[in-house]
C-alpha cells in the first residue's frame, strides 16, 4: 500500500506510491550528454559574447579574456534587473512590481565538456566558493530579501545552455518556497528549542536506512518525505542558518561530497539530468537558531502531472529508503 | 522589464519575464500525436485488460463488454487504495499515514484516436457528468475530504497511456494547493463580503485584455498572475463552490467552450499537450460563499528548473495579454 509522509519541516505531505514502483528503464530518463558547440557564450575564448565579468579566476590575464579558470557574469537574460526602483502598484483588485533583483551566471569552467561530476574537487570548491562571494556581494543591496543560488544540469532540468553553470538570483520578496520552509524551522524551534534539521541529522544517522554517504562536515540523505525519486539532500553536521557565512574546510568538504553524490547519480541513473539547490535563510531575517542551510540535488526523473498541479502533493514512486540503498551501492572504487 | 504580479486568490507571485519572451518555437513544445496502438488497455474490445467498470455509457450491452461510449474503471495501478485504514502513525519524529482514498479513470471514447478538442460536443459533456457522477458519489465516504478532477494529455504531460482519459482521485488530507486557493478565496470574502472569482470575471469582462472567450454560462480568460505560457482559466459566471452541483445547463455550456479553447491551443501551439483540473471546494468543507469552481487548463510548453523548485515562485515568458491575444485570434471558422 502507499504511504502519506509529512515532510517535518514544512508539514507538506508527499504520497510515497511504491505500488507505482518503476524501474529505471519505466523513468523519462533523459541521458545527459555533452556535445561541443562552437557558438557556445560560455567556452573560452568568447568571453565578448556575455556581459562584462562580475568576477574571475585568472592568472594573470585581463578581465574579459580567456586564461581563466571560472566567470561570473551577469545574466544575459536576467530574469530580474537590478537597475530601476520596484514601483509597487495596484490594477483594480490586482497588484504587481517591477521585477527588480539581481541574476548572474557562475560559468563553472572554460571547458564545454567539464561537469560538476568530472571536475576537479578544487574546482567543485571553486565554484561553490564564488558563489558565497557573490551572496555575500549582493546582500549589501537592502532591496533584496532572498538570495538563491542553484544549477539545471541538462535540458529536461531547464538548462538552456549546456556548458556547466550555476546561478544567483536576488529577488525583493520571500518565495513561497522559502517561506514555508523558514517558517516551518521556526515553529519547530518553538515548541522544541531545537533545530528540526539538527533533529533530522540525528535520527537519520541513527536510524541509518535513508543515509547515502558523508564525511567529517557533511552528511547526504534520501529525506523521509522525498518529493521525487533519488531526491539526496546534504546537510552541514554543525547547525549554521546560512550558506554564505560556511567557514573554507565546510565549503571544500561540501564539494568533495557533491562530487562523490554526482558521480553516484550518473552511475545509477545514467548521467540523469538535475537541478541542485543551495537552501540558506532569507537575507532579511533573523532565523539563526532554527534554520540550517543545506543543499537539495533532485535528478529529473518524472513529468509533473495534473495530479500535482491540482493538488500540490507530490508523487514519489520511489520510497527513499529504496533510493539511499541504490546510491549507497553505487560508490565509484 | 519583467514584472511580479500576485495572484488574488493565493497571494503567490508570479514573474512576468517579458524580456526573456519567447516564440512558440522556442519552447520545448512536444506535439501530441495520436498513433493506433494494439495493446491499449482502454480501447474497445479490452475491456478485460481494466477492473471491472464502475459506471458505463452503453446501449444495451452487458457490462465489461464492448458497445459503450464511456467507462469508468478504478486505477489498475492506484496512487491511492479504497480498502483499508489510514493507520495514521509516527515514527520518531516523522509522520505517516496509508494511502487510503480512491483512483478513477474516465475513459472517455472507445476510439484510441479521439482527443477532447476532436469529440462531439456532446460527448464531451458526456465525460463531465460521469466525472461529476463520481465525485456525488465518492464524497459519501466520510474519509475523504478532497475529491478532484484531473487529465493529463500527451506523454510531456504526465499521461501514461494515450488514449484519451480524465482521473478521479478521492484524497483524505485537504492538499497544499487547494488549501491555498480556498483558504485566499475566504480571507477575500471576509474583508469584502464578496466571492473573488465573482470579482475577478467583473474586473476582466470590464477590461477585455486577458479575455478569450465565453457564453452564456462561461467565460475563459488568462488570469492576471498566469503561472504558465497560455494558462487559461474557465470560470462559471454564476457564483457556486462546487463542480459537482452544477445544473446540466452549465455542464453543456462548459463542454462547448472547452472544445472551443482545446481546438484554438491546437491551432496557436501546434496540438500541445495539456493538463486540465477542474477545482471545486474540498468536500467536508462549507465554503459556499468564498469558493467558486472552475477549470484550468495549462499547456506543457516549459521545464520545471531549478528556479522554480527553489523558491516555487513560477517564471512565465508569456505575458498573459499576449497569451489571450492569440487565442482570441485562434478561433476556428
Known sequence: MSELRKDPVT???VIIATERRKRLSDFSLESVEMVSDASCPFCEGHEQMTPRELLAHRHGTSADSPGWTLRVVPNQFPVLRVEGTLDRQGDGMFDKMNGIGAHEVVIES??????LATMEEGR????????????????RDQRFRTIIVFKNHGAAAGASIAHSHSQVVALPIVPREVRDEVDGARVHFAAKERCVFCDIVRQEEADGRRLIAGNADMVALAPYASRFPFETWVLPR?????????????VGSLAR???DLLQRMNKALRVPPYNLLIRSAPV????????????EIIPTLTKVTGFERATGLHLN?????????????AALP
Open 11 to 13: 508539514g507538506r505531505w
Open 110 to 115: 572554460p571547458h564545454h565538456l567539464d561537469t
Open 124 to 139: 567543485i570548491e571553486a565554484v561553490l566558493w564564488a558563489c558565497r562571494e557573490r551572496v555575500q556581494d549582493l546582500k
Open 238 to 250: 554543525r547547525h549554521q542558518s546560512r550558506f554564505e557565512d560556511a567557514p573554507r574546510h565546510e
Open 257 to 259: 561530497l557533491l562530487r
Open 284 to 295: 532579511a531575517e533573523a532565523v539563526d537558531d532554527s534554520y540550517h542551510w543545506h543543499v
Open 317 to 329: 514512486p520511489t520510497a527513499p529508503e529504496e533510493a539511499a540503498e541504490v546510491l549507497r551501492g
